[in-house]
C-alpha cells in the first residue's frame, strides 16, 4: 500500500522558517494538501494542490511538490503555528495521511 | 457559512455497532462527496472511505471494507457512518469532511467513539 512519509518532530524558533517534508514514491506526480491541526481541534487545510492557500489561511504558509517529496513551508513562524501538520494525497481511489509532524515553536 | 455538524459521543461495548451522523448546511449536500475520517488517541489520521450525496456510491478503505457502512439521508442532508463488530481498539474520534476534490476543505466536530465493556 502506498505510503505518506513525515518526520514527526520539527523544531523552529520564533520567526524562523519552519520545513515539513512529506515523502512518497512519485508523490509529484499526485496533488499534495497539508492539514493543521491543534490539541482538541478539527484538522484545518493550509495548503492544496500542492501550492494553494484557502482563504483565511497566512500568506506565511506554502507550499511545492516535486518528484517524491512534498515540502510545507512557514516562514516568519508564529507561537499559534505550534501543531500538529498532516499531508495527504490520493493513491487510486485511496486517500492516504502522512503519519503527522508535531511543530515546536521554541 | 459550511457547517458539518456531528452527532454527540457514544460509548460501546465490544461487538456492538456504532453510527455516527453529519448535518450539511451552507451548501447543496449533493455537489461534495464527504469523506469518513478517525483518529485513535494519540495518533494520525486514517482515512475510512467516502459517500458520494448524489448517487449513494460508496468507496471504502480496504481495511474497513467488511465492516463499514456509509449512508446518506438527502432530505436532511446529512451523512452516517456505521461501524460493525467493535473492538477496543476502533475507540477513536471520528470525523467526517466534505471533498471537493483531492483535498478536504470542512471539518465536522469530531465524533468520540469509546468501547469499552
Known amino acids: 500500500s502506498y505510503e505518506l512519509t513525515q518526520p514527526p518532530s520539527v523544531s523552529v524558533s520564533p520567526g524562523q522558517t519552519a520545513s515539513i517534508t512529506c515523502s512518497g514514491d512519485k508523490l509529484g506526480d499526485e496533488y499534495a494538501c497539508w492539514y493543521q491541526q491543534k490539541p482538541g481541534q478539527s484538522p484545518v487545510l493550509v495548503i492544496y494542490q500542492d501550492t494553494k492557500r484557502p482563504s483565511g489561511i497566512p500568506e506565511r504558509f506554502s507550499g511545492s511538490n516535486s518528484g517524491n517529496t512534498a515540502t510545507l513551508t512557514i516562514s516568519g513562524t508564529q507561537a499559534m503555528d505550534e501543531a500538529d501538520y498532516y499531508c495527504?494525497?490520493?493513491?487510486?481511489?485511496?486517500?492516504?495521511f502522512g503519519g503527522g509532524t508535531k511543530l515546536t515553536v521554541l | 457559512q459550511v457547517q458539518l455538524v456531528q452527532s454527540g459521543a457514544e460509548v460501546k461495548k465490544p461487538g456492538a455497532s456504532v453510527k455516527v451522523s453529519c448535518k450539511s448546511s451552507g451548501y447543496t449536500f449533493t455537489d461534495y462527496y464527504i469523506h469518513w475520517v478517525r483518529q485513535a488517541p494519540g495518533q494520525g489520521l486514517e482515512w475510512m472511505g467516502w459517500i458520494n450525496p448524489n448517487s449513494g456510491v460508496t468507496n471504502y478503505a480496504q481495511k474497513y471494507q467488511d465492516r463499514v457502512t456509509m449512508t446518506r439521508d438527502t432530505s436532511i442532508s446529512t451523512a452516517y457512518m456505521e461501524l460493525s463488530r467493535l473492538r477496543y481498539d476502533d475507540t477513536a474520534v471520528y470525523f467526517c469532511a466534505r471533498g471537493p476534490g483531492e483535498y478536504f476543505d470542512y471539518w465536522g466536530q469530531g465524533t468520540l467513539v469509546t468501547v469499552s465493556s
Open positions: 495527504q494525497a490520493w493513491d487510486s481511489s485511496t486517500v492516504v
